[in-house]
């Protein structure tokens, strides 16, 4: 949800609950303030009446509600000295509506001609029903109104003056730290706006500087390493070649070209996932997955008549990815390898490929590995002398380079499956 919809939400929560509370209020003082004008109505009418029977005895004959909206009937002295007003809501029938209707009746006495006489004065009032319903449907407008006034706000006004913050993600979107290019910043008013764009162009040169100076140590360190490697690897190669040396020491040799020889593999690996993880890999095409694999298969074909293993490539779709072509040359290698080298003799590999995914299947031991540890750096269940370790650890890199997804699961078989 968007920051503006976000608080408009909330504006909205609020003014339902500030809004009830007002209704109820305004629904009780208003309904106090028409029983006060009644009430006040009824006693100019009551004056009216005993001052017109003062005049015209026949008035005091007037025993029933009928033409008249009053009613005279003698009581006792008794009676008369105890009596106080009284106001009541009552229904009466109204001959224009055909049916009892609310009415507001005030009960009094007055002294006339040495009598006493109680007055009843009824009006018209207004149904709370009525009044309910029409302070409902008029809050529930001024609701609807102000609710519409508040999205407008947000929307038009309050998008302008947060223009600044939206700039920024956009820029921030497409900030990339192996090209870092100026941000362009949007020209505000507000303190807190420039405070923020300070803050990140700050943040943002920081890490260029520790990424640039990593990926300098990294590519250092890899690049000097290499030559004495190679060194060391060409001379150990001439020593082994002297025929004079001892069977004992031709095998010393032999192991210490072999760890030599994991060591440089090693060294590439991890320089490798330095830079995929540094994502220093931006060029992008379309590459078909199928002839990639089927190129990869052949390649392996020694190897896997070497270890006895029978690979069944299937074909179900053509699979196309946009992706860096080194990179996904190493991922289909990798998988591949991984699924040879880490099997039994007389084994299988079973390579299946659909339309968004890659799937290899190979025999291995018969039991299921970690799936949470499988593609961890350095490990394995199988070490082997040919293996560095990173070769899961680099397929994982690339996938979540590319927001793809890597699946191990155990079915008879262990399967690695990519999903594109």
């Given amino acids: 949800m968007k920051l503006l919809n976000y608080t408009s939400a909330y504006f909205a929560a609020i003014l339902l609950i500030i809004i009830s509370i007002w209704a109820g209020i305004f629904y009780y003082t208003l309904l106090d303030e028409i029983y006060d004008s009644i009430?006040?109505?009824?006693?100019?009418?009551k004056g009216l009446v005993i001052q017109k029977a003062s005049v015209d005895s026949t008035v005091l004959q007037k025993n029933d509600f009928d033409e008249t909206d009053y009613a005279i009937r003698e009581i006792t002295a008794?009676?008369?000295?105890?009596?106080?007003?009284?106001?009541?809501?009552?229904?009466?029938?109204?001959?224009?509506?055909?049916?009892?209707?609310?009415?507001r009746l005030l009960k009094t006495v007055f002294l006339?001609?040495?009598k006493y006489y109680q007055l009843q004065v009824a009006t018209s009032m207004v149904e709370e029903d009525d009044l309910i319903k029409q302070l409902f449907y008029s809050l529930a407008w001024l609701y609807v109104g102000l609710v519409i006034t508040i999205l407008f706000f947000n929307n038009f006004l309050l998008k302008r003056v947060w223009h600044p913050f939206y700039h920024l993600l956009k820029q921030l979107k497409k900030f990339r730290l192996d090209k870092p290019e100026p941000l362009n910043t949007a020209k505000t008013k507000v303190d807190e706006f420039k405070l923020l764009n300070e803050t990140i162009q700050k943040l943002l040169q920081r890490n260029v500087d520790i990424y640039n100076s990593q990926k300098d140590l990294i590519e250092n360190a890899s690049h000097e390493l290499q030559t004495p490697l190679a060194i060391s690897i060409n001379?150990?190669?001439?020593?082994?070649?002297?025929?004079q040396l001892p069977e004992e020491q031709l095998k010393l040799l032999a192991a210490a070209l072999d760890n030599l020889d994991r060591l440089t593999r090693l060294n590439k690996s991890l320089l490798l996932l330095s830079k995929i993880e540094n994502k220093q890999f931006a060029d992008e095409t379309p590459v078909?997955?199928?002839?990639?694999?089927?190129?990869?298969?052949?390649?392996?074909?020694?190897?896997?008549q070497f270890n006895h293993l029978k690979v069944e490539l299937i074909e179900k779709e053509t699979c196309i990815q946009t992706m860096n072509a080194d990179l996904v040359a190493v991922l289909v290698t990798n998988l591949i390898k991984n699924a040879i080298v880490h099997n039994e003799p007389g084994g299988f590999v079973r390579i299946v490929i659909a339309h968004n995914s890659l799937s290899v299947e190979n025999s291995g031991q018969a039991k299921s590995l970690d799936p949470d540890k499988i593609f961890r750096r350095f490990h394995s269940d199988q070490p082997s002398s040919e293996s560095t370790g990173l070769g899961l650890a680099?397929?994982?890199?690339?996938?979540?380079?590319?927001?793809?997804?890597?699946v191990y699961q155990y079915k008879q078989c262990h399967i690695i499956s990519i999903h594109f």
Avoid at 39 to 45: R, S
């Fill in 288 to 304: 078909i997955i199928n002839k990639l694999v089927q190129k990869t298969v052949d390649d392996f074909a020694d190897l896997s």
């Fill in 112 to 114: 006339q001609n040495d």
């Fill in 78 to 103: 008794g009676d008369a000295l105890n009596f106080q007003d009284i106001y009541t809501d009552t229904m009466m029938y109204m001959q224009n509506e055909k049916s009892d209707e609310p009415v």
């Fill in 394 to 406: 680099i397929v994982k890199a690339i996938t979540d380079l590319y927001n793809f997804k890597a």
């Fill in 235 to 243: 001379k150990l190669e001439t020593l082994a070649d002297n025929n």
């Fill in 39 to 45: 009430d006040d109505g009824l006693d100019n009418q």
